[in-house]
């Protein structure tokens, strides 16, 4: 069993719905990450957090430390939200152990 | 300000040769990592740094050597390569402990071996 379990591996909404991606680990942490990953391109971190809700722009992210679950919400989704959205947990000296992805599609 | 830079973006390799991978970040990190992303599947650490002159191994080392020596500069090398280690390759950086800072990641080196 994965450390890092993302749900669901793949999603396709229509434009303006409202998308969830859960995270889920079985690890104590010091942080977990969400991280943005387009097509053939690079990684952006999104989202570090230990504990509560952040929220940037359209996106927010929770995290329930005692279930050891995190969320990542996109409200109002847009073709161009259409990426891989990965889960990371940060462990000693910061090494981060990775979910396999959630592949998002938008279509207009 | 340029944040981690990697090169070369793409190479593909003859089984048995080498290369290096480089890695440079402008922000004073004392944290690097090697990561490898193989379809599929997460994100593996390779090596990672916690400052100058201090490196150790992560979860899928073999194959691979890195140096820190200047906190800007942390390589990557494929000494006798093989297809096992085909696969896209992210450098990334962070600045101090207990996941205090985000992590910044290069944009990859997608490496072929044939």
């Known amino acids: 069993k994965n450390e890092v379990e993302q749900s669901p591996q793949n999603l396709t909404a229509q434009e303006g719905e409202f998308i969830t991606i859960n995270c889920s680990y079985s690890?104590?942490?010091?942080?977990l990450h969400w991280l943005q990953q387009h097509p053939g391109g690079g990684i952006v971190s999104l989202f570090m957090l230990s504990s509560g809700k952040k929220k940037h722009g359209r996106l927010i992210a929770t995290i329930n430390i005692q279930e050891k679950h995190s969320s990542l919400h996109i409200t109002a989704s847009h073709p161009r939200d259409s990426a891989v959205y990965i889960c990371a947990v940060g462990r000693g000296a910061q090494k981060l152990v990775f979910g396999q992805g959630t592949r998002l599609t938008i279509n207009p | 300000n340029a944040g981690v830079t990697q090169t070369p973006k793409f190479r593909i390799l003859k089984i048995g040769q080498s290369m290096t991978l480089q890695c440079t970040q402008d922000m004073n990190h004392n944290y690097m990592y090697w990561y490898r992303q193989d379809p599929g599947m997460g994100l593996k650490l390779i090596y990672y740094?916690?400052?100058?002159?201090?490196?150790d191994k992560g979860e899928v080392p073999n194959g691979y050597n890195v140096s820190r020596s200047t906190t800007e500069d942390f390589p990557l090398r494929l000494e006798l390569a093989a297809p096992s280690q085909t696969s896209v390759y992210f450098c990334?950086?962070?600045?101090?402990?207990?996941?205090?800072?985000?992590?910044?990641f290069g944009s990859g080196t997608r490496l072929t071996v044939v």
């Open positions: 990334a950086s962070s600045y101090g402990d207990r996941g205090s800072y985000g992590y910044t």
């Open positions: 740094s916690v400052g100058a002159g201090i490196t």
């Open positions: 690890v104590g942490i010091s942080a």
